[in-house]
């Protein structure tokens, strides 16, 4: 079957820099997203990674490597507001629509 | 664009009543997605349409839940009759694709209180 893994919550200090996890199994492979929310929000686009490698948005960065059926979410220069729920997503084999992770909750510390 | 637009905003209702949801998607987007999250199911996909068609209504839990989606800018998911299990928080998505790689766009969802 299809399923994704990452870590259920990461703790980082305000400045610093976090790396978040997700590693995937599919049959087939047809890219990797990654969503943030905020506690009483609604998940938000942040990335989407359809080849290996690293794409870059502002102090956001997200990489993926196909052969070992992984990739992370990296948040440089952390912010109080970046304390939220990170999901990473992929299409599913049959009908492409996304499944998703059970989400990693950031906490950030001052 | 104001975005996909979802309504009511919360809404309390008392058990073996109905409710409906209604969603409003970007203009241009072919797909249309109804999601439901709890802190114990997590993000769990009900029913999508593409083009105004459903496409695949496997998440929907059971017979009293129903989506229609009349044109390209008006979707209704329906839970009839509701239960204390259906508490949750509903989300309408919309993509120009349903693998996602221009995102999905959510909405702000509903919060829903079966009592």
């Known amino acids: 079957g299809q399923s994704l893994e990452q870590p259920s919550e990461v703790t980082a200090v305000e400045g610093a820099i976090v790396q978040i996890n997700c590693t995937y199994q599919?049959?087939?492979?047809?890219?990797l997203s990654w969503y943030q929310q905020h506690d009483g929000g609604a998940p938000t686009f942040l990335s989407y990674n359809g080849l290996d490698g690293l794409e870059e948005t502002g102090r956001f960065s997200s990489f993926l490597s196909r052969s070992d059926s992984y990739g992370y979410l990296l948040l440089q220069e952390l912010q109080m507001k970046d304390s939220a729920s990170y999901f990473c997503a992929v299409p599913m084999d049959s009908n492409y629509q996304l499944i998703w992770g059970a989400g990693t909750k950031l906490i950030i510390k001052p | 664009d104001a975005g996909v637009i979802q309504s009511p905003r919360h809404e309390v209702t008392e058990m073996g009543q109905e409710v409906t949801l209604r969603c409003k998607p970007i203009s241009g987007h072919d797909y249309l997605f109804w999601y439901r999250q709890t802190m114990m199911r997590g993000l769990e996909l009900l029913i999508y349409f593409n083009n105004n068609v459903p496409i695949d209504d496997s998440g929907m839990p059971e017979d009293r839940f129903s989506a229609k989606m009349p044109n390209a800018s008006f979707s209704t998911l329906k839970i009839q009759p509701s239960e204390p299990r259906d508490s949750a928080v509903y989300f309408c998505?919309?993509?120009?694709?349903?693998?996602?790689?221009?995102?999905?766009?959510f909405g702000s969802g509903t919060r829903l209180t079966v009592v």
């Open positions: 998505a919309s993509s120009l694709s349903s693998r996602g790689a221009e995102g999905y766009t």
């Open positions: 599919t049959s087939g492979f047809y890219g």
